[in-house]
């Protein structure tokens, strides 16, 4: 009996199609309890935020063009984070995504110094001594732990919708498919349909015909990291990549 493939889940972002809204990245915050951070904190650094979107101008007024590029961790194929943590705490699943363990985690940073995409962020913040606004506790995803004091944290894929993903696949006696059965909440939330998820290893997907366009890249591929995270150049949309 030969044992199942796993997927290798990865992501295409169409910058063509992104307006820089933030959607992508309100969605990540709500979905994953990423605690907020008000101006005087931001001044100090003590931001957090699991995607984000940069934002470029180009050309001379009155010829100028806004380009921008959503920013989250590349969940790379050959990650430089794991190899340096001491702990253990930062980890590649079998599926390929890059978790972390949070009761290993001891705060030495190791792991955000060596991801050269900067998308690893310290928790500062003391939970026991947050207090949500009233109309907002009610917006705490359960199904997410609030993580402690003194730990790194960053996107994973939204994980916990893997596993209920894997939970439906055995009560139905299946495997996972690769794509369709689940999306992290960023995918979920792009209202210009910007952002595709799947098994890139599945020719059958969205993501595996995209990630073949002549228009796809991915950032500093140079380093050898292997980002499983990939971007369209802006550019007419390959549509045929859905048919």
Known sequence: MTEERRPRWGMVIDLDRCSGCQACVVACKQENNVPFSDEEEAAGGREISWMRVMAATEGDYPHVKT?????LC??????PCTRVCPTRATFQSPSGIVGQIYPRCIGCR????ACPYQVKFFNWYNWS??????????????DVSLRPKGVI??????????QKAREQAAIEGRA???EGDFVPACVE???????????LDDPDTTVHKLAASSR???LLEELGTEPKVIYLKEGEWNAQAQA
């Open 67 to 71: 380009r921008f590029l959503p920013l």
């Open 176 to 178: 996972v498919r690769g």
């Open 216 to 218: 796809a890249f991915r």
């Open 110 to 113: 190791y792991c955000a110094n």
């Open 129 to 142: 001594k947050f207090r949500w606004p009233e109309e907002m506790r009610s917006s705490l995803n359960p």
């Open 189 to 199: 939330g792009c209202p210009a349909t910007a952002m595709f998820f799947g098994d």
């Open 74 to 79: 590349q969940q790379c194929d050959q990650p």
């Open 153 to 162: 944290e960053k996107c994973t894929f939204c994980h916990h919708r893997l």
